[in-house]
T-cell receptor, first 113, second 114 residues
Framework: NAGVTQTPKFQVLKTGQSMTLQCAQDMNHNSMYWYRQDPGMGLRLIYY???????DKGEVPNGYNVSRLNKREFSLRLESAAPSQTSVYFC????????????FGSGTRLTVV | AQSVTQLGSHVSVSEGALVLLRCNYS??????LFWYVQYPNQGLQLLLKYTTGATLVKGINGFEAEFKKSETSFHLTKPSAHMSDAAEYFCAVTSTGGGNKLTFGTGTQLKVEL
């Protein structure tokens, strides 16, 4: 059972560079999410996709874009990385409906220098 | 908007002692509540959840939590701490607006000492 797979696990970028974080789930879940985790701030929602073909902004969307490529894949793109985007990024998925909670990937640790 | 408050960013207990991690939420409608655990350099793993029914919920690794509507609380407990329980714990509540969005607390780092 792969669950939620994120790539890469680690990345160092220079300010202004772009990159895409990949996420794929094999559980046939409808909803997918991108969070960032920063010390003392918990997890903050960047973007989410309630179902294939839809995406919506979360709490901290500035500087990011997303693509729900198909039901399995949900990517996060940084067009011009900034040091403030140094963080650990988590992708998660959910069946749908509020009672089920999320399944998380193992995270991508991104450093922008 | 719903919110979650976790009292105490760091909690330290002795091995074998009671673990109590506090979580309070704000919600204008009946919430669904969750506790997640994060071990170092890993993703979050679901410990337990409250949706409906019995207010005392049992989870994995001997943890349990009680939903108290009158106190808007969902505190996490374990009778006897083990060294392997050292991790960061997050409380979460469903948020309004659809999309099954969870709002997370800022986390509590649990340290277990010999």
């Amino acid at each position: 059972n792969a669950g939620v797979t994120q790539t890469p696990k680690f990345q160092v970028l220079k300010t202004g560079q772009s990159m895409t974080l990949q996420c794929a789930q094999d559980m046939n879940h409808n909803s997918m999410y991108w969070y960032r985790q920063d010390p003392g701030m918990g997890l903050r929602l960047i973007y989410y996709s309630a179902s294939e073909g839809t995406t919506d902004k979360g709490e901290v969307p500035n500087g990011y874009n997303v693509s729900r490529l198909n039901k399995r894949e949900f990517s996060l793109r940084l067009e011009s990385a900034a040091p403030s985007q140094t963080s650990v990024y988590f992708c998660a998925s959910s069946v749908n409906g509020e009672r089920y909670g999320y399944t998380f990937g193992s995270g991508t640790r991104l450093t922008v220098v | 908007a719903q919110s979650v408050t976790q009292l105490g960013s760091h909690v330290s207990v002795s091995e074998g002692a009671l673990v109590l991690l506090r979580c309070n939420y704000s919600s204008s409608v009946p919430p669904y509540l969750f506790w997640y655990v994060q071990y170092p350099n890993q993703g979050l793993q679901l410990l337990l959840k409250y949706t409906t029914g019995a207010t005392l919920v049992k989870g994995i690794n001997g943890f349990e939590a009680e939903f108290k509507k009158s106190e808007t609380s969902f505190h996490l407990t374990k009778p006897s701490a083990h060294m392997s329980d050292a991790a960061e714990y997050f409380c979460a509540v469903t948020s309004t607006g659809g999309g099954n969005k969870l709002t997370f607390g800022t986390g509590t780092q649990l340290k277990v000492e010999l």
